[in-house]
């Protein structure tokens, strides 16, 4: 995980580059920091990104830094992919939830409500995706 000689970051990767509005997500990712929009005038952090706040319709957004504390909201295990993999929505202890994967846990070993923490991982493409683990 910390070879970055090997991969071509999220400079180069396609995803990050067709939504620019990510950009400061994935560079902050590259550092293994999770940001999360927050809204200058009501002060509650949002997601997924966008132009206005969903909460207030306000244009004053910032990223600020997350704890990358939360806890399960929901999960499925994709049985049927290989590798496997547990779909997850997670909800961060700032308010926002995210849908995300669990890695470092079976399946049958998670259970709603109970505390994660967010993992960086390299995709394939090049940028750092954040992913939870049971904290
Ligand atoms: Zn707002």
């Given at each position: 995980m910390t070879d970055t000689?090997?991969?071509?970051?999220?400079?180069?990767?396609?995803f990050?580059?067709a939504?620019?509005?990510?950009r400061?997500?994935?560079a902050?990712a590259?550092?293994?920091?999770?940001?999360?929009?927050t809204?200058?005038d009501?002060?509650?952090a949002?997601?997924?990104?966008?132009?206005h706040?969903?909460?207030?319709?306000?244009?004053r957004?910032?990223?600020?830094q997350?704890s990358?504390?939360?806890?399960l909201?929901?999960?499925?295990?994709?049985?049927r992919a290989?590798?496997?993999y547990?779909?997850?929505?997670?909800?961060?202890?700032?308010?926002?939830t995210l849908m995300?994967?669990i890695?470092?846990?079976?399946p049958e070993?998670?259970?709603i409500g109970?505390?994660?923490v967010?993992?960086?991982q390299?995709a394939?493409?090049?940028?750092?995706?954040?992913?939870?683990a049971?904290a």
């Amino acid at each position: 995980m910390t070879d970055t000689q090997s991969r071509a970051g999220f400079e180069q990767d396609p995803f990050a580059a067709a939504f620019p509005e990510t950009r400061e997500f994935w560079a902050a990712a590259e550092q293994g920091r999770l940001v999360v929009p927050t809204c200058e005038d009501c002060g509650r952090a949002h997601w997924y990104p966008r132009a206005h706040c969903p909460l207030c319709g306000s244009a004053r957004l910032r990223w600020t830094q997350a704890s990358g504390r939360g806890t399960l909201h929901a999960f499925s295990p994709a049985r049927r992919a290989e590798p496997q993999y547990t779909l997850a929505y997670v909800t961060l202890d700032e308010g926002p939830t995210l849908m995300t994967n669990i890695i470092d846990a079976p399946p049958e070993a998670l259970r709603i409500g109970q505390p994660v923490v967010v993992r960086f991982q390299p995709a394939p493409e090049g940028r750092m995706m954040p992913f939870f683990a049971p904290a």
